[in-house]
């Protein structure tokens, strides 16, 4: 089954109240998805620094902080629950080797204003155990997960990031990922778990390097075999597509403020004036994108 | 009777509203705030009027009997969802499955329906006064669905005995399914569900999809297909 939720901010206006509407949304979620949750929120990035998003498992912070400090100049660590904000002016290539050094440690995500924060466990309790209630932001995604083809853990559960601020949702399952992750990888994409949707994500990093999100997305429609209503995250903005059999539910609210997406209208009934925004269900094999 | 679904528990509104007190009288209820809720309206079986301001989930007013039931907003997947009798009007839009299945009653949609609108009708009249999704009328047994917009890809699939008659443009016709003649009993029909649902469009602007009854029976020259 599994949860989607998006929420894209066109106006100023929600920036600081982002966090607990999508919070919000992802609880109301949890009957489709009890298993894990986790949530992609896109600040601006008008600076330099990276940001690194890390899950310690079992690593302790000031292990992970004292090693860390030895090996890369930081402007920053912060912790949140078991995970790890690093902040720092030094670019992915330098760093992400050195964070594969740490065989204890997941890397979640990177990028200049994407932070990630996932967990196994009830979206509730996800979202309480990362406040993130008082997360603010320009627009965000998250996924909360019924598990189905692959076991119930932290790398197993959504969102996915295989590049600079991308990130990947999914609601459905896709039967072509074995293949196209051996052919990805003989590519030099690298996959940390056997999930499908890592699959998808790791698809869409790839085709990115040579085409832009809506082609990227219009070719995976003939690529991907699955079933699967998608939203992929950018440091600008995010795009939806359902699969053209449309076995996945998907609605969309649009206000003159923000654009919500969400597997069922429940988990927005709850935004600022929904009742009044444009719904309507996002058409099979159509990609909508909002953002640059 | 207003009846807050901020405050009460939609298992207790629906109870409510499956058994009604006859001492009472009461045939009019409102629901308010139903917030995307599942199943609200689900297997009413009274002649009851129930108007729901606000959107809806899944299944709302599935397996209806007898009652009236107005949605004042969108409606989720198999909204009338095997109704046998009364009448369902969405105002807004509906998500997959309107209908779906449903042995008779009225289901009219003033938006647009997605996919799979009156998959299994088996005698429900479906009036959509927008456009339908692709697979809409799938394996539909009887029973009328109009659609005052298009239809989209593969209408009226594996169809039996069930008339469609589109307005607009149709994306693709489904495996047996073929225009037909528009005769007289027809328009007479057609005109009498439009006017149901409140519409004056003309009969004659539709063409009518039914049938080719060529998978009915086993053809033997097919035998080595299977």
């Avoid at chain 2, 689900?42 to 989930?57: P, Q, Y």
Wanted: charge should be positive; proline fraction near 2%; charged fraction near 25%.
């Amino acid at each position: 089954m599994c949860g989607i939720v998006g929420i894209y901010l066109k106006s100023k206006k929600f920036e600081k109240s982002l966090g607990g509407m999508l919070s919000k949304m992802l609880v109301s979620m949890e009957s489709r998805g009890p298993d894990s949750a986790g949530f992609a929120i896109y600040k601006s990035d008008k600076n330099k620094i990276y940001k690194y998003s890390i899950c310690l498992n079992d690593m302790s912070f000031e292990k992970f902080k004292n090693e860390i400090k030895k090996k890369v100049k930081l402007t920053n660590v912060e912790k949140n629950s078991d995970h790890v904000i690093l902040k720092s002016i030094e670019k992915p290539n330098k760093i992400l080797p050195i964070l594969e050094d740490f065989s204890t440690i997941s890397l979640v995500g990177y990028g200049k204003s994407i932070e990630i924060f996932k967990q196994v466990g009830s979206p509730s309790n996800v979202v309480k155990k990362f406040n993130l209630d008082n997360f603010s932001g320009t627009h965000a995604i998250g996924h909360t997960r019924m598990a189905t083809e692959s076991a119930i853990t932290t790398d197993g559960s959504h969102p996915y990031s295989t590049g600079e601020d991308e990130c990947l949702v999914h609601n459905g399952s896709l039967s072509n990922h074995n293949n196209l992750r051996r052919k990805l990888k003989k590519n030099g994409s690298k996959f940390s778990s056997d999930n499908d949707t890592e699959v998808a994500a790791g698809y869409i990093s790839d085709s990115l390097k040579k085409r832009n999100l809506k082609q990227t997305l219009n070719k995976g429609l003939s690529d991907l075999d699955g079933f699967y209503t998608f939203i992929t995250g950018t440091h600008s903005g995010f795009a939806v597509l359902r699969d053209e059999i449309a076995c996945k539910p998907a609605v969309i609210a649009e206000t003159k403020d923000y654009v919500a997406i969400s597997s069922e209208f429940q988990a927005m009934a709850h935004l600022p004036n929904v009742n009044n925004a444009k719904i309507f269900e996002p058409e099979p094999g159509i990609v909508y994108s909002w953002g640059k | 009777m207003i009846l807050d679904l901020k405050k009460l528990k939609l298992r207790s509104v629906n109870e409510k509203l499956q058994n009604i007190d006859h001492k009472k009288n009461k045939r009019d209820f409102v629901i308010s705030n139903p917030e995307g809720n599942h199943a609200v309206c689900a297997g009413l079986t009274e002649n009851i009027d129930v108007t729901i301001k606000g959107h809806v989930g899944y299944y709302c007013a599935g397996m209806n009997q007898n009652a009236n039931i107005i949605v004042d907003g969108n409606v989720g997947t198999g909204v009338a969802e095997n109704m046998m009798s009364g009448k369902v009007h969405v105002k807004g839009n509906a998500s997959q499955s309107a209908g779906a299945t449903a042995h008779g009653g009225t289901l009219i949609i003033d938006g647009d329906a997605s996919s799979r609108c009156g998959i299994s009708m088996k005698g429900i009249d479906i009036i959509v006064k927008g456009s339908v999704g692709h697979m809409s009328a799938f394996m539909a047994q009887s029973g009328n669905l109009v659609v005052c917009g298009d239809a989209g890809e593969a209408l009226g699939d594996s169809l039996y005995e069930t008339d469609i008659y589109v307005k607009g443009k149709v994306k693709s016709l489904g495996a047996d399914c073929e225009e037909k003649k528009m005769s007289k009993k027809h328009k007479t029909k057609l005109k009498e569900l439009l006017k149901k649902a409140g519409s004056n469009i003309k009969p004659e602007q539709f063409k009518r999809y039914g049938s080719a009854r060529k998978l009915y029976n086993f053809n033997i020259d097919n035998v080595s297909n299977y």
